[in-house]
């Protein structure tokens, strides 16, 4: 063992209580390898890619929820009696490298926490920020004072517009000032230029530190078959299990365990245990069963420096009672892998009255009628809802994230409409009123702005059943992109891996873009718009189920809600605009539909469990066919008895409206 590390040895024993033959089992695997097959948030590989560290970049803002276009004033001059004060909470000040995010434009002078601060300009955030770096040793702990005065603007978060982006509908934060003499007295209720605004100033810090906390979430394990063998043999009980987690002993922080047990995959609280914190020597007199999952929490109390999680070993030794299984032959497996991601992303239920009423008001049965596969329903949507309206009434107004609202005739008789985001809107709802899953993501340029013109774009994704995947399709102007080899259809996090290389002056894949319809826009390439660069995913598609938090106005000005998840990565980091920062691709290219099964041999020859789990929206229950037999609703775990010969037994995910998922089956022989 390296002599930097220190092993924490943490042992978890199960009850044995049959005198059945015990055989050890171990399963390695290197920091890589567990950041990749686990669920991680707010942590990364180290630069060597050897360790699990701590992610980095912490945003403090209050005007995040009210941030955004407003139709109503929401612009604060400075001048030379006009100053402005912004308090902000910042628990940790402690950076690497602090700066300060405000509108551009102007001569700003700033004094921090009562000491005047140089302000150095270090670029532009989203188009429409100004960064300046300021001294990392400026803020506190606490409350922080953030007094700017001189020439420029700043914007105004409205206190009566807050609602829309916030689930939290307490209170304004009331951290917000404004002087009208130089700064010798202020009032907090009456911004802007003619006093009648309360709301929060935009004014951000991004500090360059650790995280406090960060969590990787383990995949579920079989204390019977570490080594991942198709069938597992016949269990007596659940042996000892011994979990060793190397770290770094020269890195500050702290790294502490859970460990959950249960009788099958699926997690509830009937099937499993709660999460039960381990120390050294500690155990579990009574688990729940062979399945186990840990969870590993990283803390640091010192912002600039993080623990360092090298490797996890694990141990087991359960007992086995026979082994029937030799007179098993596998002779074909496809076994699906779900990916999950840590964003708690929620799903429109597919039962929302609004759907049904959108999909029959608008014929959409007769706009799919023929259609041969899952896929082509879902690009004739596209091309329906690409061709609802030639132009909106947004100067007048942002209509509600509902497509029954954004079709419903305006007072000249044409749809309320909009541009790129209500157009998806209504085709992802469209989608949904089907069964098909899909997300809202802004696209824009990020720093390449100079290169691809023409500003932003609102789009959504929706789920393929049948390329298994994230697809991009435009509901506004009837387009997709697929892979010029495979011909499948890309992701939004496909497209922008290949327009950055194209950027970059590399030779990405072939793609090859697929017009559905004449639009009035043509997609020549990933040279030029749209900008697939920076990604932000609203983490939720409830639309109608609840009417916040949502950004205010999308697309009108900027991208300035702080609710969004964004991709960043070194070749075009996010913004500093934004905390919510995503660097795992499974965090933002999760899976859904997918079956994934693990087999048990019971002691009964010729019997088997098989163990299911899934992440399906509006789940309603597993289909499981036999041989060639009538597909059927079952429950986790599933009993498959044998027989003589050739076995198959097929499963997939069903949702509410009854759309299936992908399948995943095994084919056995018996003797």
């Known amino acids: 063992m390296h002599p930097n590390y220190k092993t924490w040895l943490i042992v978890v024993w199960f009850a044995c209580f049959t005198a059945a033959i015990c055989r050890a089992d171990e399963l390695r695997m290197t920091a890589k390898s567990l950041f990749e097959k686990s669920t991680v948030c707010d942590v990364r590989l180290t630069a060597d890619g050897t360790g699990i560290e701590l992610d980095a970049g912490e945003l403090f803002e209050d005007d995040g929820p009210a941030a955004g276009y407003s139709y109503l004033p929401n612009e604060e001059r400075l001048s030379g009696n006009v100053w402005v004060r912004k ?9 690497g490298r602090a700066t300060l995010l405000v509108a551009p434009g102007g001569n700003l002078q700033a004094i921090i ?49 807050r609602a829309t982006g916030s689930i939290e509908h307490g209170p304004p934060p009331n951290r917000s000032a404004r002087s009208s003499d130089g700064g010798k007295t202020w009032d907090d209720t009456r911004l802007g230029p003619q006093g009648n605004i309360d709301g929060e100033y935009y004014v951000r810090v991004f500090l360059e530190h650790y995280r406090l906390h960060g969590m990787v979430l383990s995949p579920i394990f079989d204390a019977g078959n570490l080594s991942g063998a198709p069938i597992s043999l016949p269990l007596a009980e659940v042996g000892p299990i011994r979990c060793d987690v190397d770290v770094d002993d020269n890195r500050a922080g702290d790294i502490s365990l859970k460990i959950r047990s249960g009788t099958t995959l699926t997690i509830s609280k009937q099937t499993w245990s709660d999460w039960m914190p381990i120390t050294t020597g500690s155990s579990l007199v009574t688990p729940k069963g062979r399945y186990f999952q840990f969870d590993l929490q990283l803390t640091s109390d010192n912002p600039l420096q993080s623990p360092t999680v090298r490797q996890i070993r694990v141990e087991a030794a359960p007992r086995f009672a026979g082994d029937w299984t030799k007179r098993l032959r596998l002779l074909d497996a496809h076994n699906e892998h779900i990916v999950r991601t840590c964003i708690p992303c929620q799903y429109e239920p597919f039962d929302d009255p609004r759907l049904a009423a959108l999909r029959r008001n608008y014929q959409l049965d007769d706009v799919v009628r023929g259609a041969a596969s899952e896929f082509e329903i879902i690009t004739r949507l596209a091309r329906w809802s690409a061709g609802r309206w030639e132009r909106g009434h947004l100067k007048e107004g942002y209509p509600p994230w509902n497509a029954l609202d954004i079709l419903r005739p305006h007072a000249d008789g044409t749809p309320v409409g909009g541009f790129c985001q209500q157009y998806n809107v209504v085709f992802l709802q469209a989608c949904e009123s089907f069964g098909l899953v899909g997300r809202a993501v802004s696209i824009g340029a990020g720093d390449f702005g100079s290169k691809i013109r023409g500003g932003g774009h609102e789009v959504v994704e929706i789920w393929s059943n049948e390329f298994h995947k994230w697809i991009y399709v435009d509901g506004n102007f009837a387009w997709y992109a697929k892979d010029a080899a495979s011909k499948v259809p890309l992701s939004l996090w496909e497209l922008r891996k290949r327009q950055l290389q194209i950027l970059q002056g590399k030779s990405p894949p072939a793609t090859e873009i697929i017009h559905l319809a004449e639009t009035g826009r043509k997609w020549t390439g990933l040279d030029a718009w749209p900008p697939f660069v920076e990604l932000r995913m609203i983490p939720r598609s409830n639309f109608l189920e609840q009417k916040s938090p949502l950004p205010l106005n999308q697309g009108m000005r900027g991208w300035f809600w702080t609710g969004h998840y964004v991709w960043t990565d070194a070749d075009a980091p996010a913004a500093q605009l934004y905390g919510h920062r995503v660097s795992h691709r499974a965090n933002f290219e999760w899976t859904l539909n997918q079956v994934h099964y693990e087999l048990d041999a019971t002691a009964t020859p010729g019997e088997l469990r098989v163990h299911l789990e899934t992440n399906t929206p509006g789940f309603d229950a597993f289909s499981a066919k036999t041989d060639d037999g009538t597909p059927a609703a079952a429950t986790s775990p599933v009993s498959w008895k044998l027989h003589s010969g050739r076995n198959r037994l097929e499963i997939r995910s069903r949702n509410s409206t009854g759309r299936e998922g992908p399948a995943s089956w095994i084919e056995v022989e018996f003797q």
């Not at 902000?88 to 950076?95: C, F, G």
């Open 87 to 95: 308090e902000l909470v910042i628990s940790r000040p402690t950076a």
């Open 113 to 161: 926490n009562g000491t005047p601060c140089p302000l150095e300009r270090a670029g532009k955030a989203g188009d429409y920020w100004e960064i300046y770096s300021v001294p990392a040793h400026s803020f506190r702990a606490g409350s922080n004072e953030i007094v700017l005065h001189g020439t420029g603007k700043v914007w105004i978060a409205r206190d009566d517009e």
